[in-house]
């Protein structure tokens, strides 16, 4: 199994212009609008971030953008 971090996930996401967060020790995560600083969708429930591959946090990270800015195209990856 490939270690995820938080470094990782953040240059996964980094062409969303998203930026990764997780609060260690609550059980959650989420990303935040690097332009506005934002929280952009809603929260994602995991306590270790292994729980997820590399790519489910990108989907993650597309469908958070996605519920922030309901401009983007479908087809955002």
């Not at 996401?13 to 997780?22: A, M, P, Y």
């Not at 934002?38 to 993650?60: F, I, K, N, P």
């Not at 958070?64 to 479908?74: C, E, K, T, V």
Request: proline share 1%; aromatic share 10%.
């Amino acid at each position: 199994m490939k270690t995820i971090t938080s470094a990782k996930i953040n240059r996964a996401i980094k062409h969303l212009d998203l930026e990764f967060v997780h609060a260690r020790g609550s059980g959650y995560s989420y990303f935040l609008d690097r332009e506005t600083g934002d929280q952009a969708g809603d929260s994602v429930q995991v306590c270790y971030l292994h729980q997820l591959s590399l790519e489910r946090w990108v989907q993650e990270a597309v469908e958070a953008l996605r519920a922030y800015r309901s401009d983007l195209p479908h087809n955002l990856s």
